[in-house]
């Protein structure tokens, strides 16, 4: 049973660029939460999709935007890059009503913009 | 807003000694507290969590005290490993809401053996 899934590993941008990140949900699941990890720090709450809509949304500029497929596997889009978007990039997919332990993180893209 | 509070920030220990992680929250809508792990290269994998409703949780050599009056709580690893050494992340979710975790700001744990 295959877990989250996240493409690519690692990426090197440039400042400016735009980025898009993709993660494939566990099987079964049919939401999906994006974390922003700095070096050093906790995961932060980007937004979570569910039936293809963002349904709740931290406190990042709308230069993040994502997207969610009707197979439930989910897009980040990043726009204008900047030095401080660099940072380990982390998908979680979940099932509502099956409870906490269900929600399982990728390994995450590591980003890094120069 | 930092809402979860973790430290300390770094700990080593030798073989067989127990690490305590303390945290604390301030938002008293949480009420699900899982502990995460995480090692390099990898994402956050859960490792054990707790609901308000008890005091302790045991899962192997991992426990978890809550205090909820004082809005605290620690993770104490027995008996601890080479093995166990990785990053761990204390957290908070409002359950029932739409699953947004809100982490601690992590504990890199080395044991030493």
């Known amino acids: 049973d295959a877990g989250v899934t996240q493409s690519p590993t690692h990426l090197i941008k440039t400042r400016g660029q735009q980025v898009t990140l993709r993660c494939s949900p566990k099987s079964g699941h049919d939401t999906v939460s994006w974390y922003q990890q700095a070096l050093g720090q906790g995961p932060q709450f980007i937004f979570q999709y569910y039936e293809e809509e963002e349904r709740q949304r931290g406190n990042f500029p709308d230069r993040f935007s994502g997207h969610q497929f009707p197979n439930y596997s989910s897009e980040l889009n990043v726009n204008a890059l900047l030095l401080g978007d660099s940072a380990l990039y982390l998908c979680?997919?979940?099932?509502?009503?099956?409870?906490?332990?269900?929600?399982?993180f990728g390994s995450g893209t590591r980003l890094t913009v120069v | 807003q930092q809402q979860v509070k973790q430290s300390p920030q770094s700990l080593i220990v030798q073989k067989g000694g127990i690490p305590i992680i303390n945290c604390a929250y301030e938002?008293?809508?949480?009420?699900?507290f899982p502990w995460y792990q995480q090692f390099p290269g990898k994402g956050p994998a859960l490792l054990i969590a707790i609901r308000p409703d008890v005091s302790e949780k045991k899962e192997g050599r991992f426990t978890i005290s809550f205090n909820k009056s004082a809005k605290q709580f620690s993770l104490h690893i027995m008996d601890s490993q080479p093995g166990d050494s990785a990053t761990y992340f204390c957290a908070a979710r409002v359950e029932g809401g739409y699953q947004k975790v809100t982490f601690g700001t992590g504990t890199k744990l080395q044991v030493i053996p």
């Open positions: 979680a997919s979940s099932l509502p009503g099956q409870g906490n332990d269900g929600y399982t």
């Open positions: 938002n008293t809508a949480f009420d699900y």
